[in-house]
């Protein structure tokens, strides 16, 4: 883990478990760019072909949602800041399809233990830090009031927080020993309330952009042929070009592929 990928584990942490206000990170903050290849995306390729064995891949886009109008946007960030989000709203559906069916509970657990392990430097920070960046780097009409974008940017901070809220739920939920006692609603509940958040960030996003970054993720994933998890120079040219360019620009945000 290189220090760029700690600034935004980083920025995650901050924000989540020090209270700092969400104001406190500025439109104008840059986070370097990360380039070293990780493991981070093990936890959603996993998921996916693990936990839902045979469901393939979930290409549903949360519905459209006109509640970005309340605080005018002047300009949206680039989708290559919103495919990582993409990827992990996939994981969380295919968690919550895996909820319902009792002996997939081990593996959910060990999923979502290794997603928490590590503190500061957690994935859970990782993804928190990603969806940060992504608020941060929003535009908004500079005639647009102040009070306004701060509720608008606390709110896509709350959906994120409650996103993850009910993951360390659910994983608490699921019993540690097959014999151990446990609530199915519960566990249910939390697994569908980490959708249900998750879902209404993104439909805070216009719709088209969401579906771009959902190409881009489908895309890449294809061009990875042989499945290691990484898009040599080879694989690459099976991306589209129009897609080729969003991809380079989306490794040198956050890296996990090499092209």
Partial sequence: MNSSWKSLCLLGFLIASLEVPIEAFSTSSQTSPIRDQSDRRSFVTQTLGGIVSGAGILTSSPSPSFAYD????????????????????LAIQAVAIAAEDESKYPLIKKRLEQFFKGAVMSERNLYAGIALTYTNKIKYDPQELPNYVQLDQQERFNLVEDTMINLKNLMVSIPATPT???????????????????????????????????????????????????????????????????????????????I
Wanted: hydrophobic share 40%; aromatic share 14%.
């Fill in 180 to 258: 151990a006692t446990y609530n199915k609603q519960d566990i249910l509940d939390y697994a569908n309330g980490a959708t249900v958040s998750l879902k209404r960030w993104f439909a805070l996003i216009p719709k088209e952009d969401v579906d771009k970054a959902m190409k881009l993720f489908m895309v890449s994933r294809f061009a990875d042929a042989n499945k290691d998890g990484r898009v040599d120079l080879e694989e690459s040219e099976a991306i589209p070009e129009e897609y080729r360019e969003l991809w380079k620009k989306r490794l040198g945000f956050i890296g996990a592929l090499t």
């Fill in 70 to 89: 309340t605080a005018r946007v002047q300009k949206w960030p680039g989708v290559e800041y919103l495919e990582p989000f993409c990827e992990f709203q």
